[in-house]
């Protein structure tokens, strides 16, 4: 995919996404001058304020710019009449069909050191297209899978796979939900078929649960339904060092949104201590995936590993009786890192 280089919209949103943003622009800068950035507004605050959680402006920055860096946006625990998520919507509105979800071991003291590998999550179908209804007491979900869906986002799968160890799993559930994982299962089977050059095999989706907490390093590429790696993304976060360390990236048609996998985090928002790592990381995977410099996505992540060696840590991730740093501090030692 290639995109105009030189265009970002940036939404840093609610709570600690306005501590987390700043941090990833200040590295984006720091490795391409030329960026021009354009921000926009979305979430609770924003609804708040206008009665719009995802103004129409932001909306049509989004689209004009086709690249999106996101923070996180708070959501009220009860219902709340014209409130829907703004980051569901403008992800299905830019179509971006796949989430991209690396783990890798970081010099973080409770991470796993066996572990390097990319979750790839179908994003907008499964359980998630929202219809649900109630007939009395019970209660029904439909779950859509669709051959489009499925081919689409693997394709993106194995495209990746090839970049990396060139080793794929199908995950499913094909010996329960044998019509729509089954699809989903032969969708994914067929498009291996023209990646000869992928190992390709396939497992059940709590096997691979399982096997992720024994021997994370067995994996190389998890190629999944919308549920499945929505919950196998966080677990990976878990051993990678946590979810202020974890990034994602959400792929569409000549369209992407670079997010943080955690959301506003109200318990530690407003303290300045929030872990940037996760959207530095999301950074990381626009350069590297989006616009195509493999070369900057490197220096980030290496400036990333080279002060986690240092030992400079958020609280999130600092070894107990160690001192952490807070965000601004990180943010200074990413970019001192990046000069150095
Ligand atoms: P959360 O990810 O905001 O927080 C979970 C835990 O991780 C908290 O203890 C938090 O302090 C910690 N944490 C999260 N990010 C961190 C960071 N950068 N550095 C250090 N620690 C961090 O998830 P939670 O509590 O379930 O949701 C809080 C709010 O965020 C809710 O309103 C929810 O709807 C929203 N949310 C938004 C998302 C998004 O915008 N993509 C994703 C997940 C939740
Ligand atoms: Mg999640």
Known sequence: MTIQETQLCVIPGDGVGQEVIPAAVAVLRAVMPQVQLRYAEAGWETFQRTGNALPEETLAAARQTGVVLFGAVASPAHPVPGYRSPIVALRRELDVFANLRPSRCWP????????????????????????????????IAERIISRHGSERVARVAFQL???????????HKAN????????WRET?????????????????????????????????????????????????????????????LSL?????????????????????????????????????????????ADVVERAVEEVLAQGVFTPDIAPPGQQPVDTRAMEQAVLAALRA
């Open 176 to 183: 329960i939900l044998r019509v729509s994982d089954g699809l």
């Open 252 to 296: 569409g048609a000549g369209c992407a949104i670079a997010e943080p996998v955690h959301g506003a985090a109200p318990d530690i928002a407003g303290r300045g201590i929030a872990n940037p790592l996760g959207a530095i990381l999301s950074v990381a995977l626009l350069l590297r995936y989006v616009w195509q410099r493999r070369d900057l």
């Open 161 to 171: 796979a090839m970049q990396r160890k060139g080793h794929l799993t199908i995950v």
């Open 188 to 248: 994914c089977l067929a498009v291996a078929r023209e990646f000869p050059e992928v190992q390709t095999d396939e497992a059940l989706v709590d096997s691979v649960a399982y096997h992720l907490v024994r021997q994370p390093g067995r994996y190389d590429v998890l190629l999944t339904p919308n549920l499945y790696g929505d919950i196998l993304s966080d677990l990976a976060a878990a051993l990678a060092g946590g979810l202020g360390m974890a990034p994602s």
């Open 108 to 139: 973080v003291y409770d991470a796993r050191r066996d572990i390097d590998l990319l979750i790839v999550r179908e994003n907008t179908e499964c359980l998630y297209v929202g219809r649900e209804r109630r007939e009395g007491e019970t209660a």
